[in-house]
């Protein structure tokens, strides 16, 4: 038996011939159909689609040549191959070189030769099987193909929702050029709920469907902190630890986190393994760069890992521009790439609106058609020079819930714990459990904000704001961490509690200090300075004056009270 046996039809009007060539291939272990005449032949391969037809040429009814043009034309309208043999006497060359142009596929000469027919029919057994073979890998290919499809899809789909339909805002703009179907870069824009603006731009190893899988903890540890006040240094330290517990050691991400405080007009960086970041004036000028000062998320253990950031204050309208490294390997027909120079006199040339088209333009004159050898992002954002009345909040237009019965939660940080923990976002995500508080989430984070900041900064450190006031904010945080550091004493203890008064709830807030106090009565006494947001120091409890029904200091100032109305 062959490893193959095959279903053959035999077309002879001869009894004597078709039993003979029946014998043959019985023999061979294959079975055999016989046809009398081309229209038999017709009939019979429609109904039981045999593997190989032995076709004679002199027949009644309809010849050999016509049964193998039209066998030819079916096989062809349905995309089969089924090898056709023709059986014709040696003096009929005439037939022979007709039956190959109708479409038969090789000849046997009669008499029949027994030892030739069989390598003719063993010969196609070995193609029909190779046809098979490649049939079955077509398929699977087809398979594996539909499921690379729907998987690019559902990947597509998961990387436009990540950055797609969230915190939008004009100060930001984004391009992202993928290398493949589509981008495993991530590039993502977020508020904290005071307003500060958060930056994200995450290139993962590799491109396409595998670096995309890498960016979905990623994004959503960036949105969810982002949303509850963190900052872009605890959001990075996160980011670690869910990489490092779901990558394999070989995969990593480069990441690049950003802050823009428009109020304060300083903006943190915190770069892991990605190109510059680069601070640029309206000229096209360079101010500044953040180099990669870390390595890539997902390769240092938590205790190697270092939250150090880069701050720097700004005078004047300026951008941000945050690049993965395939705009920098980029290279045109010549190998040529684009260079910094190139991409800051661009920004000089062109306006704010436009400097996204231009670069994406240029981006795509440079590579003339040529495929980017990988995934190519940008983040763009405006650092704009103006000042709030009021702070951004979430809460604005919100229906006022009441709350029956009361809540008090209260807690106590000491100065080790202080110099570690970040108190105002855990805070407020308790706060945001309880249903009436939880549309209030902006003017919340405000007030825990400011009345925490000035417990740590003027209470226990006892920082001096007039450092702000020569705009040199960047200096201000550099003794606020060097004093952190140092803190060895002291404790902040903060107080909640939600209840009604006349049927009106209300939030009270009390938050002290174990410092010695500082001049509240300098601002809180002073409705000038109050409602002067604009100035660089100072802001903080005319803020929270504004969006409570009272606030009220005690002691030295080490102690505030402040009431709000739900």
Avoid at 452 to 470: I, Q, R, V, W, Y
Wanted: aromatic share 6%.
């Amino acid at each position: 038996m062959p490893l193959h046996a095959l279903k053959i039809l035999i077309v002879d009007d001869t009894p004597a011939n078709a039993r003979l060539v029946e014998t043959v291939v019985s023999r061979m272990g294959h079975a055999t159909l016989i046809a009398e005449n081309g229209q038999q032949a017709l009939d019979l391969f429609e109904a039981h689609e045999p593997d190989l037809v032995l076709m004679d040429v002199m027949m009644p009814i309809m010849d050999g040549i016509a049964a193998t043009k039209a066998l030819r034309q079916r096989l062809q309208a349905a995309q089969r191959w089924v090898p056709i043999l023709l059986l014709s006497a040696l003096d009929d060359i005439t037939d022979i070189v007709r039956g190959l142009e109708a479409g038969a596929d090789d000849y046997v000469v009669k008499p029949v030769n027994i030892q030739l027919l069989k390598a003719k029919v063993q010969n196609f057994t070995h193609q029909i099987e190779m046809q098979e073979q490649i049939l079955q890998h077509t398929a699977e290919l087809e398979k594996w193909r539909e499921q690379a499809q729907a998987q690019t899809e559902l990947g597509s789909h998961i990387m436009d929702r990540l950055v797609s339909d969230r915190d939008t805002h004009a100060m930001v703009g984004q391009l992202n050029i993928p290398a493949e179907d589509f981008s495993g870069d991530l590039v993502c824009s977020a508020h904290t709920p005071d307003g500060i603006l958060h930056l994200l731009l995450a290139d993962a190893t590799g491109h396409g469907l595998p670096a995309a899988l890498t960016a979905i903890p990623i994004a959503h540890a960036f949105y969810r902190m982002t949303g509850k006040g963190f900052p872009i240094t605890s959001i990075a330290k996160e980011m670690n630890q869910k990489l490092r517990q779901f990558l394999p050691p070989d995969r990593f991400v480069a990441v690049t986190l950003a802050a823009i405080n428009v109020e304060d007009q300083t903006i943190e960086v915190w770069n892991g393994g990605n190109p510059s970041a680069l601070l640029i004036d309206e000229s096209g000028k360079l101010l500044k760069e953040w180099g990669s000062t870390h390595p890539p998320l997902g390769i240092l253990p938590e205790a190697n890992f270092s939250e150090h950031f880069e701050v720097v204050g700004y005078q004047d309208n300026c951008h941000l521009l945050i690049c993965s490294d395939g705009l920098w390997e980029a290279e045109d027909q010549s190998g040529r790439r684009i260079d910094r120079d190139r991409v800051l006199q661009l920004l000089a040339a062109t306006s704010k609106d436009t400097h996204l088209a231009a670069l994406q333009a240029m981006i795509g004159h440079h590579l003339a058609g040529k495929p980017a050898q990988d995934d190519i992002s940008c983040l763009l954002a405006w650092a704009p020079v103006e000042q709030r009345d009021l702070p951004r909040v979430d809460d604005q237009g919100t229906p006022h819930l009441q709350h029956s019965g009361e809540w008090n939660f209260a807690v106590c940080y000491w100065a080790e714990d202080l110099k570690y923990l970040d108190v105002v976002p855990p805070l407020l995500d308790l706060m945001c459990q309880i249903h009436a508080l939880k549309p209030h989430k902006g003017s919340m984070f405000i007030i825990l904000s400011e009345l925490f900041n000035n417990a740590l900064d003027h209470g226990l450190l006892g920082l001096d704001s007039s450092l702000k006031l020569s705009g040199d904010f960047v200096q201000y945080l550099q003794h606020r961490e060097e004093r952190l550091g140092q803190l060895n004493n002291g404790r902040i203890s903060i107080t909640l509690r939600l209840h009604n008064i006349d049927g009106q709830s209300v939030l009270d807030v009390t938050v002290a200090d174990s410092g010695p106090g500082f001049d509240y009565s300098r601002y809180l006494d002073n409705e000038e300075l109050l409602h002067q947001t604009d100035r660089p120091h100072g802001r903080g409890i005319g803020l929270v004056r504004k969006l409570c029904d009272h606030l009220r200091y005690a002691g030295n100032g080490n102690q505030v009270s402040a009431r709000f109305l739900l």
